[in-house]
């Protein structure tokens, strides 16, 4: 089984900046099965980010995924109120397909 | 328009069996994977496994295998999520996702809106 790490586990920014989440992996992960997804209070998850780089379907383009082999990041360029959220790293490579353990980014 | 729309909250005893469902929309039901994931209260998503409609071809995470069961119905086009004894440690949210194309191998999207289950001991 692949253990995705993410750090940190919380993040407190101001509107405006930049967040960086990371999220490392036990072992390689192709770039095209490695996805980010977004989680709000009360509410489901959303996809974000798909093919570790592509933007999901509504996504604004501030936010960013790169990384490849074990290292993947999420970047949110400029955050607006509406990011201040739970953000999870998933594998859908290899079975089972986990997730990260997630990283808050909360309002400085 | 996609849609899966999951059955309502449930509270429960330990001991007790459970099958809550998710109800899909707008696609050819048999055509696509779908999923269940668990979120403990205050803690983060967990993959316990999948299951293809058009075959009945279910993959379990170790860590859920032979604690549930994921089944289906194709004449309802509902997927299922069954315990045959509860615990107190099934005292979570659970959600179903649809897998966005037609292999296991993608991202979960769209996603249910979570199905509370309470197990008191």
């Known amino acids: 089984e692949i253990v995705l790490t993410q750090s940190p586990s919380t993040v407190s920014l101001s509107p405006g900046e930049r967040a960086t989440l990371s999220c490392r992996a036990s072992?390689?992960?192709?770039?095209?099965?490695f996805a980010w997804y977004q989680q709000k209070p009360g509410q489901a998850p959303r996809l974000v980010i798909f093919g570790a780089s592509n933007r999901a379907t509504g996504i604004p383009d501030r936010f960013s995924g790169s990384g490849s082999g074990t290292d993947f990041t999420l970047t949110i360029n400029r955050l607006e109120p509406e990011d201040f959220a739970v953000y999870y790293c998933q594998q859908y490579n290899n079975s089972p397909f986990t997730f990260g353990g997630g990283t808050k980014v909360e309002i400085k | 328009e996609v849609q899966l729309v999951q059955s309502g909250a449930e509270v429960k005893k330990a001991g007790e069996s459970l099958k809550i469902s998710c109800k899909v929309s707008g696609y050819t039901f048999s055509d696509y994977w779908i999923g269940w994931v668990r979120q403990m209260p205050g803690k983060g998503l967990e993959w316990m496994g999948i299951?293809?409609?058009?075959?009945?071809?279910?993959r379990y995470s170790p860590s859920f295998q032979g604690q549930v069961t994921i089944s289906v119905d194709k004449s309802l086009n509902t997927a299922y999520l069954q315990w045959s004894s509860l615990k107190a440690s099934d005292t979570a949210i659970y959600y179903c996702?649809?897998?966005?194309?037609?292999?296991?191998?993608?991202?979960?999207?769209?996603w249910g809106q979570g199905t509370l289950v309470t197990v008191s001991s």
């Open positions: 996702a649809r897998h966005s194309h037609r292999t296991q191998y993608t991202t979960f999207d769209p």
């Open positions: 299951i293809y409609p058009g075959d009945s071809d279910t």
């Open positions: 072992q390689s992960v192709p770039m095209s099965f």
